[in-house]
Structure formats: C-alpha cells, structure tokens
C-alpha cells in the first residue's frame, strides 16, 4: 500500500453534470500527476501539479481542471461530463527533486450514465 | 512523441516457474527511467522495478529483474519463482527526464495470471 489516497472510491453521474475528485499526497511529496484510465486500458496523462501550479498537461480538454492545495492535496474537476469520460482516474503523488517514481492511489471509478 | 508497446495482452503462468513480459518503446531522449508497475485487481498500482537509461546493469528486485537493451529500446520483465500473487496487469512505463513535466507514457498492459 502507497500513502496515497482517493475519494470517493465510486461515484455515478449523469452526462453534463460537474464532479470533483480528491487525492491526498503521500507525505513529503510535493507534486501530484492524474491518471485516466479506461477499462481495458494503460494510464493517460491529465495533469500535473506542483507546488499549487499547473506543470504540464495531457491532450484533455479545458472541462478538465485541478487543484493543488497548500498541504499538497490535490482535485480534479471534470465539468459538462460526456459518456467517454467514464473511467477509472487515478491519482500519483511523487518529489520532483528526485525526478522519479510515482506513488498511486487507488483510484476513483467514475461512471457517466 | 513517445511511445510505449506492451504486445501481448494476456500471458499466463504456472505456480513457481518463470515468466518473461515484454516492453517496447520510442523516443529520441537520451535520458529517461523506465518502469513496470503491477496493478493487482483491487486496483491500486505498485511500483515493481524501475531502471535508469544510463545505467548498463539490468536492475533487479528479489524475484524480479529486466533485460534493458537500449539500442534495441527493449525493457522486458522476467519474474521468477511466479507467485499465486504475482497474478495482476503489468504495465510498463516510460519518463523522460527533461526538466518540466515529470509525466508517465504507458503501455496497455499485460494480464498475467498464476495458475495453481
């Protein structure tokens, strides 16, 4: 098990609603990655956050967003949901001054009815 | 761009022998880690074994290692002594270390089951 946490574990909503997820960083780690992952499928780039900034983004569009806070804690916000955003999203916290390996979260399953 | 190729979707094993999975990436970076990672079916991702670019020395992990050969941009995982527990996705993975965005390429996995 990783110090890295998610919530909520599932969540259902219907198309054109808004969701938040939450990761909480493991500790001393000052930089959180989000994953989506579609059934069937490798990890997908979204996102990375350091120090409360944007550091890089995936080919998603601007409906998807995020936070980091202060205490490295980190959301995901997806607005106007569609159908093809349903997946699992995965949440990876690391320490950029080692350039190196992420800690995952368990992930939170979204589903888009 | 970079790119990573997992070719074989699912590979299965018997208790305590061994297995190999294979990894295949491009990239024109010369500096970058490569990683697989086990992702268990209750779902959270494990780091297996991580190898460093510059590093000639395949790295190992007690029942796991990697035949890295970097002109041949192969990264395959070999697990010996396979464990009903080793039953999991393998994904393998690929970071360029450029300074900027610390961001994972992976593969589409492999399914590896264990039988008993």
């Known amino acids: ?113 | 761009a970079q790119t990573v190729t997992q070719s074989q979707p699912e590979m299965s094993v018997q208790e305590a022998e061994t297995v190999t999975l294979s990894c295949t990436y491009d990239t024109s970076e010369n500096n970058y880690y490569l990683f697989w990672y086990k992702q268990p079916p209750s779902r959270q991702m494990i780091l297996v074994i991580r190898q460093e670019a510059y590093k000639q020395q395949n790295a190992t992990e007690n029942r796991f290692s990697v035949n890295f050969q970097k002109a041949a941009k192969s990264f395959s995982l070999k697990i010996s002594d396979s464990q009903l527990g080793d039953t999991a996705m393998y994904f393998c993975a690929f970071m360029k270390l450029t300074p900027g965005t610390y961001k994972y390429i992976f593969g589409t996995g492999t399914r590896l089951k264990v039988l008993a």
């Open chain 1, 1 to 113: 098990e990783t110090g890295v946490t998610q919530s909520p574990t599932h969540l259902i909503k219907t198309r054109g609603q808004q969701v938040t997820l939450r990761c909480s960083s493991q500790s001393g780690h000052n930089t959180v990655s989000w994953y989506q992952q579609a059934l069937g499928q490798g990890p997908q780039f979204i996102f990375q956050y350091y120090r409360e900034e944007e550091n890089g983004r995936g080919n998603f569009p601007p409906r998807f967003s995020g936070l980091q806070f202060p205490n490295y804690s980190s959301e995901l916000n997806v607005n106007a949901l569609e159908l093809d955003d349903s997946a699992l999203y995965l949440c990876a916290s690391s320490r950029v001054s080692t350039g190196g390996e992420q800690y995952f979260g368990p992930g939170t399953r979204l589903t888009v009815t």
